[in-house]
T-cell receptor, first 110, second 114 residues
Framework: KNEVEQSPQNLTAQEGEFITINCSYS?????LHWLQQHPGGGIVSLFM???GKKKHGRLIATINIQEKHSSLHITASHPRDSAVYIC????????????FGEGTQLTVNP | NAGVTQTPKFRVLKTGQSMTLLCAQD?????MYWYRQDPGMGLRLIHY???????AKGEVPDGYNVSRLKKQNFLLGLESAAPSQTSVYFC?????????????FGPGTRLTVL
């Protein structure tokens, strides 16, 4: 079993829909990251969380440390949100190193 | 600032050939990483460095070597390429001691080994 599991693997939505991507992990962590990989391959960091909730524009990330679970929400989705969304965790014993989920491929149709 | 750059962007090798991938960052970051990304798998750590002159093995180090002679550069070497090393390689860097410690990624190198 992977240390970081994402669901769903693939998600297709219509423009304007509310989207949720889930991430579960099995180790104690010091931080959780959400990243976005564009169709061209570039990877950018969206959020780093250690507790609670963060919001940036139409993106919201939440984390429940007790349940070892995080969600990434996209409100009013748009075709430009189409990308792979990746969850990564920094475990309590790994120093700066991250362990990555396999990613969720999101396609938003107009 | 260029951020994190990688050279080359694409490369095709024959089995047994050698090559070096160069990663450069201009953010004065101490920590640098080399990952590989394969279909159906998450990014996997090959080697990393916590400062100039230091390197350490990651999750999948076999067949690769690295060097960090200058703080801004992190080189990944393949001494004798194998088809199993066909992948997309990403370099990243971070200011680990900062409160946020976002990892900044390079654009990737697509390597095919025939």
């Amino acid at each position: 079993k992977n240390e970081v599991e994402q669901s769903p693997q693939n998600l297709t939505a219509q423009e304007g829909e509310f989207i949720t991507i889930n991430c579960s992990y099995s180790v104690g962590i010091s931080a959780l990251h959400w990243l976005q990989q564009h169709p061209g391959g570039g990877i950018v960091s969206l959020f780093m969380l250690s507790s609670g909730k963060k919001k940036h524009g139409r993106l919201i990330a939440t984390i429940n440390i007790q349940e070892k679970h995080s969600s990434l929400h996209i409100t009013a989705s748009h075709p430009r949100d189409s990308a792979v969304y990746i969850c990564a965790v920094r475990s309590e014993t790994s120093g700066s190193r991250l362990t990555f989920g396999e990613g969720t491929q999101l396609t938003v149709n107009p | 600032n260029a951020g994190v750059t990688q050279t080359p962007k694409f490369r095709v090798l024959k089995t047994g050939q050698s090559m070096t991938l160069l990663c450069a960052q201009d953010m004065n970051h101490e920590y640098m990483y080399w990952y590989r990304q394969d279909p159906g798998m998450g990014l996997r750590l090959i080697h990393y460095s916590v400062g100039e002159g230091t390197t350490a093995k990651g999750e999948v180090p076999d067949g690769y070597n690295v060097s960090r002679l200058k703080k801004q550069n992190f080189l990944l070497g393949l001494e004798s390429a194998a088809p199993s090393q066909t992948s997309v390689y990403f370099c990243a860097s971070t200011d680990y001691l900062s409160s946020y410690n976002e990892q900044f990624f390079g654009p990737g190198t697509r390597l095919t080994v025939l």
